[in-house]
């Protein structure tokens, strides 16, 4: 059995004003979920980008301005959106305190395209056995 204690994830800055902790991945046994959770401080959040899969996105507290394509949605505590794979979405904290977010990707590791980019960016993949 695999437990992983949560409080023990570290806290990584992800880019200005977003901060990640990875919960469940490839990284510590997942074979086909991605979960982690991030605090978003006000103004900023996740610009355009796919994903190859399935991913929810939940509002655990604060304020969010959620897209997919050209369809916006303000989501607050408690709610969720699913994102189908493929499509172009993203969020920004509109509120005045931070943002907590929840998320699932239906992969064991975290990739994606950001608008512009060439590159997936990928995250929590297998580890490399010494």
Known sequence: MNIVAHEDQPREAWRTGVETRM?????????????????????TGAPPHTHPVEEVLT???GKADMWIDEDHAV?????SVIVPAHRRHGFRNIGSDVLHMHAVLASSSFEAL??????????????TEP
């Open 75 to 79: 989501l607050t505590s408690g709610q």
């Open 114 to 127: 950001p608008d512009g980019a060439s590159e997936p960016v990928r995250r929590w993949g297998l580890l």
């Open 23 to 43: 919960h469940i991945a490839a990284s510590n046994g997942a074979e086909q979920l991605c979960i982690f959770e991030q605090w978003i401080a006000p103004g």
């Open 59 to 61: 509002v655990v507290a």
